[in-house]
């Protein structure tokens, strides 16, 4: 419920704002072109903006109150910034304040459920449980882009039911786990970690169906055990500001802490966000006039995105590797990008100017290319990759800087977009396609490929001068974890 709630976010907004009804009620039908984007990019942006800054308190909260009472936290908030939205009736002060809001709450969130998730699952289906989450994203997203649609063809314009119902419909999900989240306990991790051991115990054996005094159940209590006991121990005591100070005084983990963030750039600056949340505006310039037929296209781009996403998930990652999947994907996408850049140049915006042309549904297909090509690299393994390169003791700091750093880059393009659409007008495409781009060379010298080599084998990887090893002997070390893994397989 909770990845639904993020991934309706990202597909409905962009539709609801192009609706005559709200922008009749929030005063934005008689704004200058400058005014309009300017309240647009405000009211989009300011989303990502919340979730900036709930990804960087969700840390600290989560190590005090635990995984459970801050997934129940995050959801209050965003029923609260839901009804902001709702009852809004034409203050876009409010509005703003809800969006806000509600991305906050989503920056929280969409860190402790994946950690809730791994803690709570059995082994057996842990990994498959949180890839659950961006597929849930991916469905969230898809609904929202769907509902506009749907309520266009439903409700009159004239009526502002037309855009509360969508801004409605994200209250359900949040409703459905705030409730849930009361009936399911905290994590034995969590339990674990804060010193209750007979709870952790009960938790355990309520989840795995099994009697405390089980062999299976004593043996993952151990397990938990003995990892909190390495956690600990790779961690030092030390306080959370301090481990954020060493961070950056380690000059191996600065350099995987930049490999990260540079991987989110380029997820983020490919443009996809952009067309998330523009597509009904880029749909237009591309032939399809009227609200019904943009709101249709983007209907359809957001049902590729789904579908590539789930085949990538399920059939292709772990057999094609990290690398080849990022570089193909700048490739195709930057050319995508280009296309339809240089398509618009040749024959200027349609905005509902005669007839589509042959041209203009070359450029849409390029459109779906890009959102098919995207996903089946870009949209998941930049995350995958963030999750395994950096050692014990640092991931849990280094994934929230990298993911906050995910909302901030998100936070300027959704900013920029509609500014740059009215500016520089096609010339959008190149400068994000060229962006795109620049990701081949840096994939190809600075991504190691990490498919078949388990957590622990990360320093080798990076030849971690800390760990005092000769070069020589790192790759002869990936080399016979890369042959013991494939003979398993």
């Known amino acids: 419920m909770g990845a639904a709630c993020y991934g309706y976010d990202t597909g409905f907004f962009g539709g609801t704002i192009a609706l005559t009804s709200f922008q009749r009620d929030f005063g934005m039908l008689h704004l200058s072109a400058s005014q309009f984007n300017n309240a647009s990019a405000n009211l989009v942006s300011l989303f990502q903006g919340g979730s900036f800054f709930g990804a960087g308190l969700q840390y600290p909260i989560t190590l005090k109150i635990g995984r459970k009472w801050t997934i129940i936290l995050s959801n209050v908030l965003f029923i609260a910034s839901g009804f902001m939205q709702v009852f809004a009736n034409g203050s876009l002060d409010l509005m703003m304040g809800g969006r806000f809001m509600g991305g906050f709450a989503i920056g929280i969130s969409s860190l402790v459920i994946p950690i809730y998730l791994s803690e709570y699952a059995p082994a057996n289906i842990r990994g498959r449980l949180v890839g659950f989450f961006d597929i849930f994203i991916q469905v969230g997203t898809i609904f929202g882009f769907w509902t506009n649609y749907i309520i266009v063809h439903t409700v009159k314009s004239g009526s502002k039911f037309q855009w509360q119902f969508p801004c409605a419909i994200q209250l ?25 051991e007979d709870e952790a115990a009960q938790v355990l054996s309520r989840l795995r169906k099994l009697p405390q005094d089980h062999e299976y159940l004593k043996w993952e209590l151990a397990q938990i055990q003995e990892q909190l006991e390495l956690e600990e121990s790779a961690r030092g005591k030390v306080s959370t500001v301090g481990l954020f100070k060493q961070l950056f005084q380690s000059r191996d983990h600065r350099k995987r802490l930049g490999l990260g963030l ?57 057999r094609v590797g990290r690398r080849r999947p990022l570089l193909v994907g700048c490739t195709i996408g930057a050319g995508c990008l280009w296309f339809i850049g240089g398509y618009l140049s040749a024959v200027g915006p349609r905005d509902g100017r005669g007839a589509r042309t042959a041209g203009d549904y070359v450029a849409i297909v390029a459109i779906f290319l890009y959102a098919a090509i995207y996903c089946f690299g870009w949209n998941s393994v930049p995350l995958t990759l963030i999750s395994e390169i950096f050692s014990m003791r640092f991931r849990a700091p280094s994934m929230t800087l990298c993911l906050m750093w995910q909302w901030l880059c998100t936070f300027a393009i959704v900013r920029i977009m509609p500014i740059a659409l009215t500016n520089i007008k096609e010339r959008t495409y190149f400068v994000f396609g060229s962006i795109f781009m620049c990701g081949v060379p840096f994939v190809y010298f600075f991504v190691p490929e990490t498919t078949q080599l388990p957590l622990e084998a990360m320093d080798t990887l990076f030849g971690s001068t800390e760990a005092g090893r000769d070069e020589k002997e790192d790759h002869e070390r990936l080399e016979t974890i890369r042959e013991d893994k494939e003979g398993k397989a």
């Open 172 to 196: 359900f999900p949040a409703a459905i786990m705030l409730v849930g989240m009361f009936f399911i306990p905290e994590t034995p991790r969590f339990l674990m970690m804060k010193k209750r």
């Open 262 to 318: 540079c991987l989110i750039f380029f997820k983020t600056f490919s443009g996809v966000q952009a067309v998330n949340y523009y597509s009904p505006r880029i749909f237009q310039q591309l032939g399809f006039t009227g609200q019904q037929n943009s709101l249709f296209a983007t209907g359809i781009y957001g049902t590729v995105k789904v579908v590539c996403t789930l085949i990538f998930g399920l059939f292709i990652i772990d």
